[in-house]
């Protein structure tokens, strides 16, 4: 069993900055990679943001906003949020190797 748990998120006004956490194991990581998925209310949970040792990929709603990255050791990563939208509200999870965190609340208000 893996846990994955994230942390961070918060509240913020649009425009505004928020960076989460998902610490794990760090051989997960950095041998299957991880992601970063959203879900709003009454929507679907969608892709947002991924890393394998190739590199990141982003969702196009979070290109050039969004930046994930992790620790030296791949132990915890990071998903930076700079110029928040209301849209971008949703509960932020981590996933990796078929596992996922148990979620993380951002807000953005307007």
């Known amino acids: 069993q893996v846990q994955l748990t994230e942390s961070g998120g918060g509240e913020v006004q649009a425009g505004g900055s928020l960076r989460v956490s998902c610490a794990g194991p760090g051989n997960t990581f950095r041998t299957y990679g991880m992601g970063w998925w959203r879900q709003a209310p009454g929507k679907e949970r969608e892709f947002v943001a991924s890393?394998?040792?190739?590199?990141?990929y982003y969702a196009d709603a979070v290109k050039g906003r969004f930046t994930i990255s992790g620790d030296d050791a791949w132990n915890i990563m990071f998903l930076q949020m700079i110029n928040l939208k209301p849209e971008d509200t949703a509960v932020y999870y981590c996933?990796?190797?078929?596992?996922w965190g148990q979620g993380i609340q951002v807000t953005v208000s307007s």
């Open positions: 996933y990796s190797n078929d596992y």
């Open positions: 890393i394998n040792l190739g590199g990141p």
